[in-house]
């Protein structure tokens, strides 16, 4: 399909032409997110075959239209287990590319593929002060809701300080116990495990209109085939409440296998009726020695949460996290 200067054409993400959008993403990020962690191939190409919640991406390349640039791309998450009302997109445009309409017509080309699939609106993010954010207010999209990423230098951790938080967790979790394990989850927890990934979706979105993931045993194995296939490392530690038996919380942080000196934060979650003991800072700073232990070539931690969720942003700030930059999730009706 020729739109208007740019051939848009749809990629699987196993083909070669993957590794030439990869340049266009790694170019981007070197302008956009110079703070944040690098992002490898192995896991750019991993996150376009698998998603990130097991929902299927499309991937769209947009080239000069003689086809000997590429100028850029975009790739629309069209969930199909929640939310089927939208279509998440990320496009991106080479950073030499800018300001000549080619970002404009690449959501174009998204907002026509979620209309034609049977959905109402398009949604996207993008950080404070950038392009990206110009560029969703320039196209009418409405700021939705606002997320805080922070960042852990591990080399300002104290472990006496860490150590003394999880003393005091502890002491208000009496009746839990901390269980972990790395990669897949433990055959005999797949059933604890998808209720806590489902509880996650109380955690507040403000007013994107985002409804909660609900996870089956099932679906948490089909996410789990990126990790084989990008091999990258998934730490899980649990609060086992010890009278029930029931898994009560969960937190989950990855490493990859190209990772960069960083890990980043995967979910956490508490069942509603375990709250109020402490077991989100239990299982957070029951990670850190252990990923010290098992990762010395991590430095930073980097993990996202929604600017109204307050319990969470506090035990992450109590753990040493510090604000790298605030992201707003923009919404669009397609019409
Ligand atoms: C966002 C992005 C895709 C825009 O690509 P682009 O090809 O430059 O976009 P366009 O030329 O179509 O710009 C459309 C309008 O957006 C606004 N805009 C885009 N970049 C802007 C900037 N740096 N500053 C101010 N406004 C900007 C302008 O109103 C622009 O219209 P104009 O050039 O006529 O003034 C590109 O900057 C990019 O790849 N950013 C990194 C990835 C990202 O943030 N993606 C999330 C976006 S939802």
Not at 155 to 179: C, Q, T
Not at 202 to 207: E, L, N, R, S
Not at 256 to 272: C, D, F, I, K, R
Request: charged share 25%; net charge negative.
């Amino acid at each position: 399909m020729l739109c208007g200067f740019m051939l848009i054409e749809r990629v699987d993400p196993r083909a070669d032409d993957v590794r030439q959008f990869f340049d266009v993403y790694a170019a981007a990020q070197k302008v956009d997110d110079p703070h944040g962690p690098p992002t490898s191939y192995t896991d750019f190409r991993g996150r376009l075959i698998w998603g990130d919640t097991g929902d299927p991406m499309q991937t769209w390349l947009g080239w000069s239209d003689d086809r000997s640039r590429l100028l850029g791309g975009y790739t629309l998450m069209l969930p199909k287990y929640d939310n089927p009302h939208l279509g998440w997109v990320e496009p991106v445009v080479h950073p030499e590319e800018r300001r000549r309409g080619h970002g404009r017509t690449l959501a174009d080309h998204a907002r026509a593929q979620v209309r034609e699939s049977g959905r109402r609106l398009l949604a996207a993010g993008a950080v404070e002060g950038s392009p990206g954010l110009a560029f969703c207010d320039a196209l009418g999209a409405e700021r939705a809701s606002i997320e805080h990423r922070n960042v852990l230098d591990l080399a300002d951790v104290d472990e006496a300080h860490i150590a003394g938080l999880l003393a005091e967790a502890r002491e208000a979790a009496g009746g839990y116990s901390v269980l972990s394990w790395i990669g897949e989850v433990p055959k005999e927890h797949l059933d604890g495990v998808a209720p806590l990934l489902t509880a996650i979706s109380d955690a507040p979105v403000d007013q994107l209109e985002w409804q909660g993931e609900a996870w089956s045993p099932e679906r948490v194995r089909a996410v789990e085939k990126s990790l084989t296939d990008t091999r990258a490392r998934r730490y899980t530690i649990v609060a086992r409440h010890d009278a029930s038996g029931v898994l009560a919380g969960l937190t989950q942080l990855y490493v990859s296998e190209e990772h960069y000196g960083w890990a980043g934060q995967g979910h956490t979650a508490v069942l509603p009726e375990h709250r109020g003991h402490r077991l989100g800072l239990l299982m957070k700073a029951a990670m850190l020695p252990w990923l010290r232990e098992q990762e010395p070539d991590v430095r930073r931690v980097v993990t996202t949460n929604a600017e109204s969720n307050s319990y969470m942003l506090r035990v992450n700030h109590l753990l040493g996290y510090r604000l790298l930059d605030r992201w707003f999730s923009c919404q669009l009706e397609v019409g």
